[in-house]
């Protein structure tokens, strides 16, 4: 089993859809998460670090849920430049580097 | 300020040839990591420096491949004998921890004709 698994997509969304993307890790014991979004022939960029609490930037929402060790991104209100590969990554305990998953791609349409 | 560079960012090598990939981390930062990304797949974790000591070499594909770190702050990424399966670009992060969050570089786009 893979540490941290995505669904590969591709998510394909009209404008101003809202859009949620699942991930989950086999660690329990996992400390640190994040997502990052990568565009095509780019690096990854960090997009937000995902809190126990849950947490909220603009139109992104992440949310944590330990008991089920999965994360979720949501994005309302999409945009045509938010159309990129969606990364979940993991401190997975007793590692001292991160586990990133093969990531989730949407497609924002016009 | 600065990111993290590296250099060059494209490289074009004939197959058996060695080749030197350079990253220069965010100052300050004591982790830094190097990966490998195939076209359309995703990246490839290939070893992990705390200070210049790797405790995470687990990534490494082959005995062609080595990397290492010096003054807590520039690496090399060495591949010796190149194949065509070593094409790929090769990206470096680092980070103020191993927990926290990374910081790529624009990568360096390797081919081996």
């Known amino acids: 089993r893979k540490e941290v698994e995505q669904d590969p997509g591709p998510f394909n969304v009209p404008e101003g859809a809202t859009v949620a993307f699942n991930c989950t890790y086999s660690?329990?014991?996992?400390?640190?998460f994040f997502w990052y979004r990568q565009d095509c022939r780019k690096e990854p960029k960090l997009l937000m670090s995902?809190?126990?609490s849950g947490n909220e930037d603009g139109r992104f929402t992440a949310q944590l849920n330990r008991a089920s060790q999965y994360i979720s991104l949501l994005i309302r209100d999409s945009k045509l430049s938010d159309s990129a590969t969606y990364l979940c990554?993991?401190?997975?305990?007793?590692?001292?580097?991160?586990?990133f998953g093969s990531g989730t791609r949407l497609q924002v349409q016009p | 300020g600065a990111g993290v560079s590296q250099s060059p960012s494209n490289k074009v090598t004939e197959k058996g040839k060695d080749v030197e990939l350079r990253c220069d981390p965010i100052?300050?930062?004591?982790?830094l990591y190097w990966y490998r990304q195939r076209l359309g797949q995703g990246l490839e974790f290939l070893i992990y420096?705390?200070?210049?000591?790797?405790?995470?070499k687990s990534g490494l594909p082959s005995d062609r491949f080595s990397a290492e770190r010096t003054g807590e702050s520039v690496s090399t990424l060495t591949i010796q004998r190149t194949q065509q399966e070593d094409s790929a670009v090769y990206l470096c992060?680092?980070?103020?921890?191993?927990?926290?969050?990374?910081?790529f570089g624009p990568g360096t786009r390797l081919t081996v004709l």
């Open positions: 420096f705390q200070g210049n000591s790797a405790p995470d």
């Open positions: 990554v993991v401190n997975p305990a007793g590692r001292r580097a991160l586990t």
């Open positions: 100052s300050g930062h004591t982790a």
């Open positions: 660690n329990s014991a996992s400390q640190s």
């Open positions: 992060a680092s980070s103020s921890t191993g927990a926290n969050a990374q910081f």
């Open positions: 995902v809190y126990s």
